[in-house]
C-alpha cells in the first residue's frame, strides 16, 4: 500500500459519505465514491457536477457529506475545482483564511459521463491544460442516469437508451464508446487509472496516487448502473468484476514520464496479458445486462456481438502495445 | 482630492487598476472584446509581481464564472469580467452565484448581444441579466468606473447583503477612452475594502462560517426541491432590500476618503424642471451637456442618472421624479415584444400607484452602438415638450436614430 495505509486502516477511517443517502440500492457510484475518500490524506473538498451522486446526496436540509462539498452545475465540475484550488493557493500565499494552514488539500471534482465526455469536456480540458493540482473522478455509468437513461458519449455501442433505444430498425447505440482516457491522457497530466469497485484496493491505492501527484489526476470509474443497465441490483460488483475480466474496461495507470505516457497494467489486467486464455468473452459481459437484450433475442445478432468483440480485442491489443 | 493620483485610464485600465489595488484572492477571466484590456492590464499586475492574486486564464466565460464560484466558496474574494456573448454564455452561472450568496465582483464592458454580432455598446447584455440576482452599477465616466470598482467588494459582501455585483461600463464609449481618474493611495483603499467578511450559518455540524473549510465542513449548492428552494428566494429577495439601505452607508464612507459622492440617482438641474430624462451610463455625460445649453435656452429642462439599477431604487425614484409633469427615459436595450425598454418598464411600475407622477416616454436609442448625438437628445427633449403642451403621450414608446 502506498504511504502505509492498509485496507483495515481505510475501513477504519470515517466515510466521507454517510449512509441515508438517496441512490439507488446497488449503485455503485457511492462504493467507489467512498473507496476513493478513503484515500485522503487529510483536509478534502469536493465538488460535484450535476448528477446522481450530487441530487442523492444533498436534498436540502439533509447531506451524506462529511467533508466540505459544493455543486454549482453540470458541466464545470473541473472549472469548480479549479476555482477552489486557486483560491487555496492565493490562500496558502497570502497565509490568510482557514485554507492557508494546510500543506496540502485533496481537491476531489466528481462527475459522471454527461458531466465528463460531453457537456464538461471544455472544462475538463482547461483545467488539465491549465494544471491545477486536483483530481478528476469520471464515475461512468455510460449513459445519462439521473435523467432516465440517455445516451451519452460515454455510451458504448448497441446499448439500449431512452434515446438510443433499440428498435425495430435501429439496434441500440450506433456510435462507439469515446477514448476519453486517451483525450485525458494526451493533456500530459501526471496520473491517469481506471478503476473497478470489484478490486477495492486497486481503487484506493490509484486514488491515494491521484491525489499525491501535482498537478491533475483523473480517475475513471466503471459504474455500473441496476436500473440503467437493467440487472439485478446485488450483480453490481460482478458486473464490475466482468467488466475488466472480459478487456471491456482494463485496469491500468499512466503516468507521464520525461515527456511521455507510460502505461502500466493494474492487478487483474495484467495477469490477462500474462495468460490471454483467461480473457474471457464479451458475451459474458453482454448478456447480463438487459440494455444489450436485444443482441440476443427475440433473435441472436451474433454480427454485432463481434463486432463489439472485435473493439474490445483491437483495443485491448492497443493498450498491450502501449504498455510495452 | 488631497494625496490622491491623477492618472490617464480608459475604463477597463480604471477597473484593472482599482482591482490591482483591491488585490483579490482569485481572478478567473477570458477575454472578450471591449473587456480584454481589463484581463490584460491585470494579467501584467501578475506578471510583475504586483499582485498575489491566483489569475486563472479559463477556457470560458462559463468556466470563469464557475471558478470564481468555487473560488468564492472557498472564502477567496473573486474577480472576473466579461460582455454581451461572455455573459450569456455565464448565463447559468449568474444565477448560481447569486443563489449560493457569493460576493463575487465582475465588471461588464457592455457591448451589443449578437445576433448580428456587434460589438460596440448598449445594454442589451447586462439588462439581459437583470432578473440573474446581481447588484448592478452603471457608470458614466472612468472616474465612476474606479470608484464602483472599489465600493462594489464591499456592497456585495456587506454581511446583510451577500450578493455578487456588476460594475457596468460601457464598452468603447467608457472601456476604450482614456480620461482623467483620481485615485486613492493604495493604503487607502486597502483600509476602505479590508478583508471579506463571512456571514455565520447553521450547518450539519453546528455554526460555521459560510465557506468551504475542511474544519468545519458544510454542504453548498444542494438540492432544493418545493420544501425550501421559495425561502431560499425569498432570502435572496430581502438581500436586495437589504442593499437599498447598505449602499448609501458604504457611499458615504467612500466619500470620506475619496470626496467623491454617489447615490442611487443623480438629479441634476432638477429644482423646477418640466421635461426629464432619465437614463444610464455614459449617454447621461451627453444629456447633461443638452441640459446646460436648454437651461440657457430657457427652457427648464433636467436629467436624472440612474446609477444603481439592481437593487432597483423604488422610493429614490418617486421622490426625485415624482412631481415632474413629463419624463423621458432612456433605454439602451430593447425588450422584443414588451410593453417598452427595461428601464421604462421599472419605472412606470414604480409610478402605477402614485397619485402624482409624470406623464412617461421610452426612448430606445444606441442599438448596436448607434451613436447618440446632442441634436438626438435635443430632439427628445424636444419630443418632451410637445407632450407637456399636449398634456398626453401619443407614442409610448419611440426609437431614436434608426431608419425606420
Known amino acids: 500500500m502506498v504511504s502505509g495505509l492498509t485496507l483495515k486502516e481505510a475501513a477504519r477511517k470515517p466515510d466521507g459519505i454517510a449512509p441515508g443517502h438517496r441512490l439507488c440500492a446497488g449503485c455503485d457510484e457511492t462504493v467507489i465514491a467512498r473507496m476513493i475518500l478513503k484515500a485522503t490524506r487529510g483536509p478534502t473538498i469536493a465538488t460535484s457536477a450535476t448528477g446522481c451522486l450530487e441530487v442523492a446526496t444533498s436534498i436540502f436540509p439533509y447531506t451524506a457529506w462529511n467533508l466540505p462539498w459544493i455543486h454549482s452545475a453540470f458541466e464545470n465540475a473541473a472549472a469548480t475545482a479549479s476555482g477552489i484550488e486557486a483560491a487555496w493557493q492565493a490562500m496558502r500565499k497570502k497565509g490568510k483564511g482557514p485554507l492557508a494552514e494546510y500543506e496540502t488539500v485533496d481537491i ?57 433505444p433499440a428498435g425495430k430498425v435501429i439496434p441500440g447505440k450506433r456510435e462507439w464508446k469515446k477514448p476519453i482516457d486517451e483525450i485525458v491522457i494526451a493533456h500530459g497530466i501526471p496520473y491517469v487509472a481506471t478503476l473497478s469497485a470489484a478490486w477495492p484496493l486497486d481503487v484506493i491505492r490509484k486514488a491515494r496516487k491521484a491525489f499525491e501527484v501535482e498537478g491533475p489526476a483523473f480517475l475513471h470509474a466503471i459504474v455500473p448502473c441496476t436500473r440503467g443497465w437493467r440487472y439485478p441490483q446485488e450483480k453490481t460488483i460482478e458486473i464490475s468484476r466482468l467488466a475488466v475480466q472480459t478487456c471491456f474496461f482494463p485496469l491500468y495507470e499512466c503516468r507521464f514520464e520525461e515527456g511521455r ?34 443482441l440476443f433475442r427475440p433473435e441472436r445478432r451474433d454480427d454485432l456481438i463481434d463486432s463489439i468483440q472485435a473493439w474490445v480485442d483491437q483495443n485491448w491489443q492497443i493498450l498491450l502495445e502501449k504498455v510495452g | 482630492m488631497k494625496n490622491q493620483i491623477l492618472m490617464g485610464l480608459n475604463g477597463d485600465e480604471a477597473v484593472a487598476y482599482a482591482t490591482k489595488q483591491v488585490n483579490p484572492d482569485v481572478v478567473a477571466a477570458y477575454p472578450i472584446t471591449p473587456q480584454t484590456i481589463i484581463v490584460e492590464r491585470f494579467s501584467e499586475y501578475v506578471a510583475d509581481g504586483e499582485v498575489d492574486t491566483e489569475f486563472v486564464a479559463v477556457e470560458s466565460e462559463h468556466s470563469a464564472l464557475s471558478s470564481c464560484i468555487g473560488a468564492a466558496a472557498a472564502g477567496a474574494r473573486a474577480f472576473t469580467a466579461t460582455a454581451a456573448n461572455g455573459l450569456a454564455l455565464m448565463w447559468e452561472m449568474t444565477y448560481i452565484a447569486s443563489g449560493m450568496r457569493l460576493p463575487i465582483v465582475m465588471a461588464i464592458a457592455n457591448r451589443a448581444l449578437s445576433g448580428p454580432i456587434n460589438i460596440p455598446t448598449d445594454h442589451s447584455d447586462s439588462m439581459g441579466a437583470r432578473d440573474s440576482g446581481w447588484i448592478q452599477i452603471y457608470c458614466e465616466n472612468s472616474q465612476e468606473v474606479y470608484d464602483a470598482s472599489l465600493a462594489a467588494w464591499r456592497i456585495g459582501e456587506h454581511l446583510d447583503v451577500q450578493l455578487p455585483v456588476m460594475v457596468c461600463l460601457d464598452g468603447f464609449t467608457l472601456s476604450h477612452t482614456m480620461e482623467n481618474v483620481y485615485t486613492l493611495p493604495d493604503e487607502k483603499v486597502r483600509d476602505f475594502v479590508s478583508e471579506r467578511k463571512f456571514i455565520k450559518v447553521e450547518g450539519h455540524m453546528g455554526e460555521t462560517e459560510l465557506r468551504l473549510n475542511p474544519e468545519c465542513p458544510l454542504t453548498m449548492g444542494p438540492l432544493d426541491l418545493q420544501d425550501y428552494y421559495f425561502e431560499h428566494k425569498l432570502q435572496q429577495i430581502d438581500a436586495m432590500k437589504q442593499a437599498l439601505k447598505a449602499i448609501p452607508e458604504i457611499d458615504a464612507e467612500y466619500a470620506k476618503i475619496s470626496g467623491r459622492s454617489y447615490d442611487f440617482l443623480h438629479p441634476y438641474r432638477m429644482e423646477d424642471t418640466e421635461v426629464a430624462i432619465l437614463g444610464l451610463g455614459s449617454t447621461m455625460g451627453t444629456v447633461r451637456y ?63 400607484d402614485q397619485p402624482e407622477k409624470p406623464m412617461v416616454v421610452d426612448y430606445i436609442y444606441g442599438l448596436g452602438g448607434r451613436d ?17 403642451e399636449r398634456g398626453s403621450v401619443s407614442d409610448r414608446v419611440c426609437f431614436v436614430g434608426v431608419r425606420q
Open chain 1, 108 to 164: 476531489i471534482a466528481f462527475a459522471g459521463d454527461g458531466g465528463t465526455y460531453d457537456i464538461g469536456l471544455q472544462a475538463l480540458s482547461g483545467a488539465l491544460e491549465r494544471g491545477h493540482d486536483f483530481t478528476y473522478v469520471l464515475l461512468d455509468n455510460e449513459a445519462y442516469m439521473n435523467t432516465g437513461i440517455q445516451r451519452s458519449g460515454g455510451t458504448p455501442f448497441a446499448a439500449s437508451t431512452t434515446t438510443s
Open chain 1, 261 to 294: 505516457p507510460v502505461y502500466k497494467l493494474s492487478g487483474p489486467s495484467a495477469a490477462i496479458a500474462r495468460r490471454p486464455e483467461s480473457k474471457k468473452p464479451v458475451l459474458e459481459y453482454l448478456e447480463m445486462q438487459g440494455r444489450f437484450r436485444h
Open chain 2, 290 to 352: 443638452v441640459v446646460d445649453q436648454l437651461r440657457e435656452e430657457g427652457v427648464k429642462a433636467g436629467l436624472v442618472k440612474m446609477r444603481v439599477f439592481r437593487p432597483f431604487p423604488v422610493e429614490e425614484l418617486i421622490k426625485t421624479v415624482g412631481n415632474v409633469p413629463v419624463l423621458g427615459v432612456l433605454d439602451k436595450a430593447a425588450s422584443f415584444g414588451a410593453p417598452g425598454g427595461p428601464l421604462y418598464e421599472e419605472v412606470k411600475t414604480t409610478f402605477y
Open chain 2, 372 to 388: 447618440t448625438s446632442p441634436q438626438m437628445i435635443r430632439g427628445i427633449y424636444e419630443n418632451l415638450m410637445g407632450v407637456l
